[in-house]
């Protein structure tokens, strides 16, 4: 790539992460002015289309790419990335493939490799490229967890003194506390060896706080003041507002699967989604999106949400969560959505919104054992989370106040425990046929990208209801701070 070419993918670069994205959009098609072999220019160009909305014009940049004289691996790389958001998962992986091929040595590509091996289900072809990773870089920290998730260790097959080991190597390193600490606590859970498992989870954990500019009374007031604005009177408004949503969107279409992390979201998603004209954007921040651009009025940012105009953001969603493989219905499964149900009832009327509920201490302990990429940073402290739960269960009984019969709730312990009767009052509810054939998560082949991505390739089980009783003795912050905010626990 010649100086200017490199000049122009760097400015299109700092325009996309500063949210300028036409002139992002200006620079990205510079930079591809003539070029006839395969660059990270093309797959810029794509992901500043995908951010304005324009998915098909990003498909057409990647199809093009692609008939082009062969390019680096990054190229491949930034191509796949971008096939992985537009939902082309099978040709991600493709060329996530070539890109390896082309630089075998380099461990990135190789665990690029491996996370889209795990999403399209392909589980032991993941754990071979995570060894080919953590071989070309003995400290690829982010490898060994991915490891470490792809399936259930045993004590005849498990990397727990290779963890330790490499965390003895680092001892004061950030990365390496946090990703093989984590790593490290789920292998040694899987074996039963519960004590040293908190320990590992325990201190990944707080090195992860220790980075982390959070204050848990925020989130505790951002739910109380989400409540405040989208009360009961205002969402039962004989509406303006409600006639205001956009005729020409089918609301209907919609299903938001929301919950708190690690709740069973994406097990429900998985049932549903092996239903006939269903198909799952996953986890995006779509709705979010055009929320904020519809945003009007004075006040603060949920007064602001409040005010807008709900055709615009049913407008903005619709264009945003349409494109992709034709379905009759689709689903939207960001756990955090649940901050969003007053807006998401006044824009798009007509939409489904399932809510999935598990116990409280498991709930809680599921998400403090999990590092999460980005969000949620709750979840790195016991007592933080459990009056972070409190919040959350104070805004869902508004919500449930609020919303009434347009709340779906499914309990995940009764879902685990009688999947064909829950699963098909849940499909019912939501407007979707049922086929028992549904509960058999571990045959559907969509690709999922979520934290429980390689769980969802087995058969549904149950044997994850109560684990927390294993760390009973451990978790009494966390107990404490939810009796404390009155909540109800098992015995």
């Known amino acids: 790539m010649d100086r200017l070419k490199v000049s122009l993918v760097r400015e299109a670069q700092g325009l996309l992460q500063a949210g300028r994205l036409v002139e992002a959009l200006q620079r990205a098609r510079q930079a591809v002015t003539g070029v006839r072999v395969c660059g990270v220019e093309h797959g810029l160009l794509a992901q500043v289309l995908l951010h304005l909305g324009q998915a098909n014009e990003a498909e057409a940049v990647v199809v093009r790419a692609l008939t082009l004289a062969t390019g680096s691996a990054d190229a491949y790389d930034a191509l796949a990335f971008v096939s ?36 399209v289900g392909a589980l032991a072809q993941a754990e071979a490229a995570c060894d080919q990773a953590i071989r070309r870089d003995p400290l690829h920290v982010q490898s060994f967890l991915l490891r ?23 001892p004061n390193d950030y990365r390496s506390t946090v990703f093989l600490g984590y790593a490290l606590g789920k292998e040694l859970d899987d074996l039963g060896r519960f004590d040293e498992a908190f320990v590992a989870f325990d201190q990944a954990s707080r090195t992860r706080r220790e980075r982390l500019q959070y204050t848990v009374a925020t989130d505790e007031a951002k739910a109380a003041r989400i409540a405040a604005v989208y009360s009961a009177a205002f969402l039962q408004e004989p509406a303006a507002a409600r006639t205001a949503s956009d005729p020409a969107v089918d609301s209907s279409r919609f299903l938001f699967v929301v919950g708190l992390p690690r709740s069973g979201t994406t ?17 995006t921040d779509q709705f979010s999106q055009a929320l904020l651009g519809a945003q009007r009025g004075t006040g603060d940012v949920f007064a602001q949400a409040a005010a807008a105009d709900p055709h615009a953001v049913a407008s903005a969603y619709a264009r945003l969560a349409s494109p992709g493989p034709a379905a009759e219905r689709i689903i939207e499964k960001l756990p955090l959505n649940y901050l969003y149900l007053g807006a998401i009832r006044r824009a798009l009327p007509q939409a489904r919104i399932l809510v999935v509920r598990r116990s409280p201490l498991d709930s809680c302990f599921a998400m403090y054992r999990t590092l999460f990429a980005a969000g949620y940073p709750f979840s790195y402290r016991l007592d933080e989370l459990g009056r972070y739960y409190a919040a959350y269960d104070q805004l869902m009984r508004h919500w449930r106040a609020a919303l009434g019969e347009g709340l779906i709730e499914v309990v995940y312990e009764e879902l685990v425990r009688e999947p064909y009767r829950v699963g098909r009052a ?38 994850s209801s109560g684990r927390w009783r294993h760390y009973r003795t451990h978790l009494q912050p966390l107990i404490t701070s939810l009796q404390e905010a009155g909540i109800v626990l098992p015995d």
């Open 148 to 170: 470490a998730e792809l399936r259930v260790q045993t004590a005849e097959c498990n990397h727990v003194d290779t963890l330790r080991a490499a965390l003895a190597a680092q």
């Open 267 to 283: 097990l429900v998603e998985r049932i549903l989604t092996g239903l006939p004209g269903v198909r799952s954007n996953g986890e």
């Open 84 to 119: 992985m958001a537009l939902g082309a998962h099978e040709r991600a992986n493709a060329l996530y493939g070539k890109a390896t091929a082309l630089a075998p040595q380099d461990p990135r590509l190789w665990h690029n490799r491996a996370c889209s091996e795990r999403n």
């Open 426 to 463: 849940m499909a019912e509810a939501c407007g979707f046929s049922w086929q028992d054939q549904a509960i058999d998560i571990q045959a559907n082949r969509a690709a999922s990208l979520t934290a429980s991505a390689a769980q969802v390739r087995r058969p549904i089980y149950g044997t």
